[in-house]
């Protein structure tokens, strides 16, 4: 089954679209060094999974790389690029050479000067000296296997590459110290007929390689960590050490939910950390369906079947829709897919922000107490409206928490840490008295 996700999701995580700094959650994974690698790369992270044996396998595998080969397969970019152009592009040899025919070639190609000459000499070239790398890798890889525990995904490939440089063509191949003319022939059609499936799988299993080194540097770099994921039926949502990885100096913070509860509802005033930390838990439940590592300590969750967030909806006017109106089609989206993906986490930043206080508190009193009854899925929703608490209190489905604020002096000061409770602090005519809104509108001449 597919993880479902949607655009307004990915937006809100910044999975690929940027930030001011020009930082998305792609290019702080991105360490790959070939083009390839990055398309892979690229290709993981747009494609969240619900299979958890398939979770586990590419974390073990990433993992493993952290660990064991911090210096992943080192291979020459340039000769890696040619020999994908070389196996890609170019006349194919149709049948095999002869000593003969690669002669009357040679001879023929140096005195018209054709480029095809150039690219099997080239392409040739590139490609022995990265199978020679790409062997001399996996015998590093099978001493490092045989003497830890291993991830299958990593054993089952080395094997396969162990498998294809057994066989007698492929061991002539390492065995090669310098590449004659009819040597380029031969190896030509080697390369480009009868084992071009086995190249392909050369090059797909760098660019796989080196997407997960690229990971392991990042979960290195930034001191990340690999959740630990439970079948989906154990219903398990625990986070402990949780941060944005876009936030320098961040504040850590711990969540979860304890049974029968399946809602966090967040109180507080604006700038607190509200918004910051909801994007930090969507994006660590997004990054772990991923197989990647998570900013955070620790974190124990059962496979969902989807991710939803709202934090970030704006108007949409070529439709005609006002805010509220695009909150209202959102949440209707939301219902929707939870008919039929109905073990989700949902996420909802400031619900019925665009109307008036009145219907603002009667909506988000209906819609949360409705969340609760899906119990199969994971809710979290964030208000300012501290007044629907006193009418929530009562539902058994929802753990209250807020964002600490201190007092100093007759000043606000922001701890950035989740307490539970709810929060009765407004800070509203605090900022419009700070900022002399006021006197500054009584000032103007009348």
Not at 7 to 19: A, G, P, W, Y
Not at 297 to 305: A, D, E, H
């Amino acid at each position: 089954m597919k993880f479902e996700v949607d655009s307004q999701t990915l937006k809100d995580m910044e999975i690929f679209d940027t930030v001011k700094d020009g930082t998305s959650v792609f290019s702080l994974f991105n360490f790959t060094q070939c083009y390839g690698g990055r398309r892979v790369l690229y290709g993981f992270l747009s494609n969240p999974l619900t299979d958890l044996k398939k979770i586990t396998e590419r974390t073990d595998t990433i993992a493993f790389f952290q660990k064991h080969l911090p210096e992943g397969l080192k291979v020459d970019k340039d000769s890696l690029d040619f020999t994908e152009y070389y196996i890609r592009h170019g006349d194919y040899p149709t049948r095999i050479p002869t000593w003969f025919t690669a002669f009357e070639r040679m001879i023929a190609d140096k005195i018209s000067t054709n480029t095809e000459y150039y690219l099997v000499q080239k392409g040739v070239t590139s490609t022995v000296d990265l199978l020679k790398t790409i062997h001399k890798f996996s015998l590093t890889l099978a001493k490092v296997i045989k003497n830890n525990n291993f991830p299958k995904l990593l054993e089952k490939n080395n094997e396969e590459v162990l498998k294809i440089f057994s066989r007698p063509e492929f061991k002539e191949v390492l065995n090669i110290k310098k590449i004659k003319a009819y040597d380029s022939s031969t190896l030509d059609y080697m390369f480009r007929s009868t084992h071009k499936k086995e190249i392909l799988f050369f090059l797909d299993l760098i660019y796989e390689y080196d997407a997960f080194l690229s990971i392991a540097k990042a979960a290195e770099k930034y001191g990340l960590s690999y959740a630990e994921m439970l079948p989906a039926d154990e219903s398990t949502f625990e986070i402990e050490g949780l941060y944005h990885p876009f936030v320098e100096n961040a504040i850590p913070n711990d969540m979860g939910f304890i049974q029968p509860s399946n809602l966090l509802f967040i109180s507080g005033p604006n700038m607190a950390g509200k918004s910051t930390f909801l994007k930090a838990l969507g994006l660590s439940a997004y990054l772990a369906h991923v197989g990647f590592p998570v900013p955070a300590k620790k974190m124990r969750l059962s496979v969902l079947s989807g991710l939803c967030t709202t934090i970030n909806i704006s108007d949409n006017l070529s439709s005609g829709y006002s805010h509220f109106y695009a909150e209202v089609m959102r949440i209707k989206d939301v219902a929707y897919g939870l008919k039929t993906n109905r073990n989700m986490l949902v996420i909802f930043d400031e619900l019925f922000r665009g109307t008036n206080v009145k219907d603002a508190y009667d909506g988000t009193l209906a819609v949360v107490n409705a969340f609760t009854k899906i119990k199969s899925s994971f809710f979290v929703v964030s208000s300012h409206i501290v007044e629907v608490t006193k009418e929530l209190k009562s539902n058994k489905g929802i753990e209250f928490s807020y964002f600490e604020i201190l007092e100093k002096d007759g000043h606000p000061v922001y701890t950035y840490k989740l307490k539970d409770g709810i929060s009765d602090v407004r800070l509203g005519m605090y900022i419009i008295k700070k900022e002399g809104l006021i006197e500054l509108i009584d000032g103007i001449e009348k």
